[in-house]
T-cell receptor
Framework: SQQGEEDPQALSIQEGENATMNCSYK?????LQWYRQNSGRGLVHLIL?????REKHSGRLRVTLDTSKKSSSLLITASRAADTASYFC??????????FGSGTKLNVKP | DTAVSQTPKYLVTQMGNDKSIKCEQN?????MYWYKQDSKKFLKIMFS???????INETVPNRFSPKSPDKAHLNLHINSLELGDSAVYFC?????????FGPGTRLLVL
C-alpha cells in the first residue's frame, strides 16, 4: 500500500516537553504534509514540505524530510495541553492523490 | 462562515438502506474529495473531483456513487448499506495542495 505510516501510534508527555512523531512512506513523493485532528473533528492542515526541502518551521512546529530514508518527522516544541490531538502525515504521489496513515495520538498532560 | 460543511453530522441506519451525505465548500476551490476514516483512525481516499469531473476513484465498491452538481458541492450516495460501511466520512476541498476538511459524517449501519 502507498499510505504513510506514523510512529508511534500513541505518545503521552507532560506539558512543556517536546513531542516527536515520525512518518515513513514507500515510494517517491511530490510533497508531504502534516495534519492535526482533534477528537470528533475534521483534519486541519499544519505544514507542507516539498520533496526538495529538508526542513521547515512554523511556530513551534519543525518538520524534517529525508527522502533517502523515505521518512519525515514532526517536532512540537514546548507542548501545551491544547496540542492533544491525533497527528497525520499525508503523502502526495500523483497529482492531488493523497495518502494518509492512521495517525499518532498525542496526549499532553497538564 | 463554515468553509467545508457536511450534512448530516450523524447517520444511523439499517443494513440494506440507501443514504446520501452532502458536502458544500464556500472556498472557491476546484477540487473536492471524499475520505473514509475507519475505527482504527486510518483515513483512506475514496473519490476526488476537479471542477465537477471525477479524477480519482480508489477502487471503491460501486454501491458508492459520488455526484458533483457544481464545483462547490460533492455528494455521496451509498446503496445497499453494509455493516462494514460504518465509519466517519470526511469531505475535503483544495485549490493547490492544502486540504480543508469538513467536520465529518458519522455513519453507523445496524
Amino acid at each position: 500500500s502507498q499510505q504513510g505510516e506514523e510512529d508511534p501510534q500513541a505518545l503521552s508527555i507532560q506539558e512543556g516537553e517536546n513531542a516527536t512523531m515520525n512518518c515513513s512512506y514507500k515510494t517517491s513523493i511530490n510533497n508531504l504534509q502534516w495534519y492535526r485532528q482533534n477528537s470528533g473533528r475534521g483534519l486541519v492542515h499544519l505544514i507542507l514540505i516539498r520533496s526538495n526541502e529538508r526542513e521547515k518551521h512554523s511556530g513551534r512546529l519543525r518538520v524534517t524530510l529525508d527522502t533517502s530514508k523515505k521518512s519525515s518527522s514532526l517536532l512540537i516544541t514546548a507542548s501545551r495541553a491544547a496540542d492533544t490531538a491525533s497527528y497525520f502525515c499525508a503523502t502526495e504521489y500523483n497529482f492531488n492523490k493523497f495518502y494518509f496513515g492512521s495517525g499518532t495520538k498525542l496526549n499532553v498532560k497538564p | 462562515d463554515t468553509a467545508v460543511s457536511q450534512t448530516p453530522k450523524y447517520l444511523v441506519t439499517q443494513m440494506g438502506n440507501d443514504k446520501s451525505i452532502k458536502c458544500e465548500q464556500n472556498l472557491g476551490h476546484d477540487t473536492m474529495y471524499w475520505y473514509k476514516q475507519d475505527s482504527k483512525k486510518f483515513l483512506k481516499i475514496m473519490f476526488s473531483y476537479n471542477n465537477k469531473e471525477l479524477i480519482i476513484n480508489e477502487t471503491v465498491p460501486n454501491r458508492f456513487s459520488p455526484k458533483s452538481p457544481d464545483k462547490a458541492h460533492l455528494n455521496l450516495h451509498i446503496n445497499s448499506l453494509e455493516l462494514g460501511d460504518s465509519a466517519v466520512y470526511f469531505c475535503a476541498s483544495s485549490q493547490v495542495k492544502t486540504q480543508y476538511f469538513g467536520p465529518g459524517t458519522r455513519l453507523l449501519v445496524l
